[in-house]
């Protein structure tokens, strides 16, 4: 993260700055004619680059004014700036509220992900200095949304590694480096999943060479309470196993676990802010490969919550992991809800493409709230449902269920199963009765070009949702 600081006076003359500007109000004098002269009128996701001495980069705020608005006029003022050393933020005419989400907006926008790369490597965006009359409110602004930024980014820096460096055991690795944050770090390996009979978890991973992993993440917070629980998908690679994927644009598999990324990324954000809630995170992390030991369509396995389930498909691998840690998550920790991340289906893509994540529940109150908190930070969701057929679909002759709809049933020769509402009737089965909600990320937490809030690669969706979502409903006591 870059690192932002706070200051009175004007920025200095050889700094580019930022002068952020809302549709439809006048433009600071210096400027007003080269804007009149671009037609720029404050337009949302609009910049005006305007060279010189001081170089001034103008960003449309729109006309709504929100947070999320600022924080976009800040990302799309970095992304448009070609990267100087620093930058500065002419916050003069900026509440403290409205200066720090455009400061949070230049972090996300700065983040890029070079640490492989040896040539041609751009210089970064170091610094960046917010110039206001009130320095220290716009820094104690600024302090909360950078939590949520630094979570982001950490799940968005998980994303991007490759599997061959973030194998299971670096993954956990890279979790325990959380205990420097107040986290509490527990990690199971094989011998106890296999005392323990965390069976679709191992099935899962048994093909390949790095063993798979539980990873607990606890934040205890203050609060006489039980905690909200997040669990998170974490396939660091995902070949399909024996029912295995076309090669066409299997690389981008390694972006498998970015649903128990963002979780991590929502606990780091909890503890930089203090948050008073309790919280805890369970990630389920394997890799699905092929090998000798690799489970097979037709095999059954038996859960960690001893229920027994047909498979069908192994590149339907994200539901059987999630099943055993959903478990380990209401048995062991008794929480007041839970929420599950994960790039679950290519069903949740065709439904709703790369604009927003599947939202799926048993309750409706969590279910609004956390809608409520994906619309603030720029992670929209859209509801879908779970209908009595979805369940149905999932029985089995030999199992207690079966794990996804056979290819062929359904509509169309099977061309329209309704993947993504079977994979959360699955899941459902293994929520425990407690308020649940599912989000399938598959789609949004990877973007092809640049977004609103930062450049082509990992999004981090789910990061600032989660924490936010802990602000809204689960730092009071009921």
Known sequence: MI???????????????????????APPQAVAAAARAARFVGQAGRVLDLPGTPRRILAGIGPERSPLAFETAGAAA???????????????NLAPEDAAAVAAGVALGAWRFDALRTQGVPRP????????????AVEAAFAPRAAGVAGCLLARDLTAEPANRLTTRAFAERLEALVEEGIEVEVHGRKWLERHGYGALLAVGAGSASPPRLVVLR????????PVAFVGKGI?????????????????????????AACAGAMLALARRRSPAPAVAVLAIAENATGARSYRPGDVIRTASRRTVEVIDTDAEGRLVLADALHHAITAFRPRAVLDLATLTGSVVTALGHHRAGLFGTDAALMAATAAAGEAVGEP??????????????HSDIADLRQCAPAGSGAAGGRLLPDACHAAAF??????????AHLDIAGVDTAEAAHALGRAGPTGFGARLLDRLVALRFEAEP
């Open 236 to 260: 660091v690679f995902d070949t399909g196993g024996v029912s295995i994927k076309p090669a066409a644009g299997m690389e981008a598999m390694r972006a498998d676990m970015a649903g128990a």
């Open 78 to 92: 970095v992304l448009a700036s070609g990267e100087p050393a620093e930058l500065a933020l002419a916050a003069a």
């Open 125 to 136: 965006l170091r610094r960046l200095t917010v110039h206001a009359p009130e320095p220290a």
């Open 219 to 226: 934040w205890r917070g203050v609060l006489p309470l039980a």
């Open 427 to 436: 899941l459902r089965e293994f929520a425990g009765g407690l308020p649940w």
């Open 3 to 25: 690192t932002v600081q706070f200051r009175r006076g004007t920025p200095a003359a050889d700094t580019p700055c930022i002068l952020p500007l809302a549709e439809g109000a």
């Open 381 to 394: 969701l859209w509801p879908l449902p779970i209908g009595e057929r979805h369940r149905e679909d999932l």
